[in-house]
């Protein structure tokens, strides 16, 4: 398996406009923040990155999550933190990336989708190099909810399922997690079942894919399953119920998000589930939100349990 190493914030160049973005949030110049971000980093791949973590920022201001100082201060450290040597651009045609933290007996699934730097790829292990756990990154370049075959493990569902858990094993894992947001939620949630986790955290995730025609017609990776492989739409929840030991489940969304919030709300009826409504916040991405506001590294440390 290839990787390409991030490049991150190490330039000069990159220095500066990290201090330009800094500068900016400092000021309530969010705006111009998120069009400054556009310069970081030498890896085009990443600018979509900072600027997302950008705008997640001020959507944490809005709703006084945060401290002006403390929210630039956040985002420009995970910006930085994006050049460090374990997080890695994943190649298009290689299987799942692993990062090992040897002694372990923990491993975290991340589930991300089709862009050349996955979100999840980038970020999320600045929290997970810190909690002495495997992170196995998951990547679908088909943009398939991970269920249509994935590079680097096999052509279906089961098969994917079964190499998840070779990995694990290889790690000498026996501690499973899954992780994801939004379709990538889905891919968590189907997968926790799949491969035995202990628990599963999703953000904003979809929670079914049978849809009336009406409502996948909003939504174009639906649409598209439901045209190409119909036979592959599903539904979590009946997984859920029908599994001996299904794992601990906690779902994050916005509490005025409508679409998200139904999503969530379905899984309900599962006894033990954890729904965590961000207050206020009508956008899709609680889990941008959640990192730069210092919720996310307590919503893993939760997922994990008691050692």
Excluded at 87 to 105: D, F, I, K, R, Y
Excluded at 193 to 210: H, W
Excluded at 257 to 266: E, H, I, L, P, V
Aim: hydrophobic letters at 40%; glycine letters at 8%.
């Amino acid at each position: 398996m290839t990787d390409e190493r991030v490049a991150g914030s190490g330039s000069e160049a990159d220095r500066q406009a990290l201090a330009r973005v800094r500068a900016m949030m400092q000021a309530g110049d969010y705006d111009a923040a998120a069009a400054a971000a556009a310069d970081l980093a030498s890896s085009p791949a990443l600018r979509p990155i900072a600027q997302r973590l950008v705008t997640a920022c001020r959507y944490a201001l809005e709703l006084r999550f945060q401290r002006p100082a403390e929210a630039a201060r956040m985002v420009t450290g995970l910006i930085e933190d994006m050049g460090s040597s374990d997080h890695l651009l994943p190649e298009t045609s290689a299987g799942p990336q692993v990062v090992e933290s040897p002694g372990s007996e923990r491993a975290v699934f991340v589930f991300a989708g089709a862009d050349q730097a996955p979100f999840a790829h980038v970020v999320v292990q600045s929290w997970l190099r810190r909690r002495g756990c495997h992170a196995v990154y998951v990547r679908d370049p088909r943009s398939q909810f991970a269920i249509t075959g994935l590079p680097g493990l096999a052509p279906d569902l089961e098969g994917c399922m079964a190499g998840l858990r070779r990995i694990a094993d290889g790690l000498g894992a026996r501690r499973r997690y899954c992780l994801g947001y939004s379709a990538n939620g889905y891919s968590a949630l189907r997968y926790g079942i799949g491969i035995e986790a202990e628990a599963v955290l999703a953000f904003s995730p979809v929670t079914t894919l049978d849809l009336k025609p009406d409502q996948r017609n909003r939504f174009p990776m639906i649409r598209r399953l439901h045209e190409e492989n119909p036979h592959l739409v599903d539904d979590v929840l009946p997984h859920y119920r029908r599994a001996a030991r299904p794992p601990r489940l906690t779902i994050v969304y916005g509490a005025e998000n409508r679409s998200d919030r139904w999503a969530a709300q379905r899984m309900a009826v599962l006894p033990g589930v954890r729904l965590v409504p961000v207050p206020g916040l009508a956008d899709h991405d609680s889990m941008g939100v959640c990192m730069v506001s210092r919720r996310f590294g307590p919503l893993l440390d939760e997922m994990f349990g008691p050692a």
